[in-house]
Nanobody, 126 residues
Framework: QVQLVESGGGLVQAGDSLRLSCVVS????????MGWFRQAPGKERVFVAA????????DYADSVKGRFTISRDNAKNTVYLQMNSLKPEDTAVYYC???????????????????WGQGTQVTVSS
């Protein structure tokens, strides 16, 4: 059974940084595309960042380009989301997701992912 567990969320001030981690267990991690999504109160879950399984391709939502970086450490079965210059509008529950198919491309739609973590809260105060 595949499990994704996020950590690293918290309460920070605008302009601060956070690094979210997502540990994947239950299967070989290194070959699968990964993504981060977020859901603010009363809003739909939306795409934040994605990383391909090979070739190191990345994709970002326009709202986070230049501030967030997605990366992976296959030896640790972990994907990261480095978030810099945080803004109050970044406040949300952040979810990591894994796609059950090897592909040298990124995915930005919720339905394209097969496994999800439970989420970690990020709150940015002004």
């Amino acid at each position: 059974q595949v499990q994704l567990v996020e950590s690293g969320g918290g309460l920070v001030q605008a302009g601060d940084s956070l690094r979210l981690s997502c540990v994947v267990s239950g299967r070989t991690f290194g070959s699968y595309p990964m993504g981060w999504f977020r859901q603010a109160p009363g809003k739909e879950r939306v795409f934040v960042a994605a990383l391909s399984s090979t070739a190191g391709n990345t994709d970002y939502a326009d709202s986070v380009k230049g501030r967030f970086t997605i990366s992976r450490d296959n030896a640790k079965n972990t994907v990261y989301l480095q978030m810099n210059s945080l803004k109050p509008e970044d406040t949300a529950v952040y979810y990591c997701a894994a796609r059950n198919a090897i592909a040298p491309r990124t995915y930005s739609a919720i339905y394209q992912y097969h496994y999800w973590g439970q989420g970690t809260q990020v709150t940015v105060s002004s």
